[in-house]
């Protein structure tokens, strides 16, 4: 199954629109699917806007901040806790991501 993922930016006073892709490969019933569908929907929302919230506070570009991230166990922390960290403020969840990254050897 392939689902899609839109997400709508403001730019510039400008709104874009963003594509996403994703692919679930298990077979799952269809009353499972929309359940699926609905909280993947909502963690990679979730994931792309924290990154992108990241790599502003921390003056990087998105691909920066991703590979940092990725390196020091920040996107697994993300993944993990992504439910916790979506209803916080998102302030103290970069900050939250950070000391998780300072704590596996990153620096910035």
Request: include cysteine; glycine fraction near 6%.
């Amino acid at each position: 199954m392939i689902y899609w993922f839109t997400r709508f930016i403001i730019k510039n006073g400008r709104r874009l629109k963003k594509r996403c892709t994703f692919a679930v490969t298990n077979q799952i019933s269809s009353m499972e699917a929309n359940i699926l569908d609905n909280e993947t929907k909502n963690k990679i929302g979730f994931v792309t806007f924290i990154i992108e919230e990241f790599a502003t506070s921390y003056k990087m570009n998105r691909q920066e901040a991703y590979r940092y991230l990725k390196k020091y166990g920040g996107i697994d922390y993300i993944f993990e806790c992504w439910w916790a960290l979506h209803i916080d403020n998102p302030f103290w969840a970069v900050r939250d991501i950070y000391k998780v990254c300072r704590n596996n050897g990153g620096y910035r």
